[in-house]
């Protein structure tokens, strides 16, 4: 049995990574790439890892999705800011019985791609790593990396853990990546934006990286409340996250290597910033429940006016 094909959409700090990973372990893996396509076209993909350095000399670049071949996985690692691409880009790159892994942050990303493939089974990943693209085809993995995978229903209902998911997992393991399989996607969901609404957001806000706002008490005390608020978010939406959780995400982060997140970096480099997806989505899925979350509230504002200040909220 042949392996499983993969394609990488968004060649970036994620995609670049795991990508270039599943590759390395002997999976095909073809990569739409945009600016840096030239770069590794020439030179290929080059990875510095806290796990071991490695450079893909030879890689299957792609500039247009109409050149590359139907895959057995698609692989969103893009930024969710870009998911409107999904009806005209994603059906291209699938197999007739293909599916889809969408890795991104917050909520709704499975759904576009779910709309954008009928008939085509969705899986999401939540992904927990430090690495950033530092240059054309070249990654830096700084800490962590491990994957937690469920399956998209589009009732939100949990599922059980299908075979392909599995076989999606073993690919990932066999390629180094610590993978833990899950029966309820949302849940996982709801339990990554414990950190991502806090450290994402406030890192713009208060011009600060995650040591920063561990270290001072005043942050702190912001990054304590707006945890709070998303459990209490999840409760109202029917998602129950255990009592230590915020607990364990604090000390997660006062021993992870001081890092710049993803938003953070979108915000000094004008782009634009996942806000509606990390923020303005639970905001409301919160509101529709009946629950209002006025950190929340009050840091999703500062965020769509910072950015709607240098033109890139979204």
Known sequence: MPPTSYAILGTGALGGFYGARLERAGNPVHFLLRSDYEHV????????SKDGDFHLPRVRAFRDVADMPPCDVAVVTWKATQNHLLPALLPQVLKPDGVVLVLQNGLGGEAAAARATPGHRVFGGLCFICSNRVGPGHIRHLDYGSVRMGEFAADGRPVGIADTLR??????????IDVGLMEDLPLARWEKLVWNIPFNGLSVVLDADTSALIADPDALALVEGLMAEVVRGA????????????GRMLKMTREMTPYRASMKIDYDEKRPMEVEAIHGAPLRAAAAAGVDLPLLRALYY??????????AAS
């Open 167 to 176: 076989g999606i997992g073993a690919d990932f393991q066999r390629a180094g």
């Open 302 to 311: 500062q965020l769509k006016f910072l950015g709607s200040r240098m033109g």
């Open 41 to 48: 076209r020439r030179h290929g993909l080059r990875v510095e």
């Open 235 to 246: 409760a109202a939406c029917g998602r129950t996250i255990p009592a230590d959780f915020i």
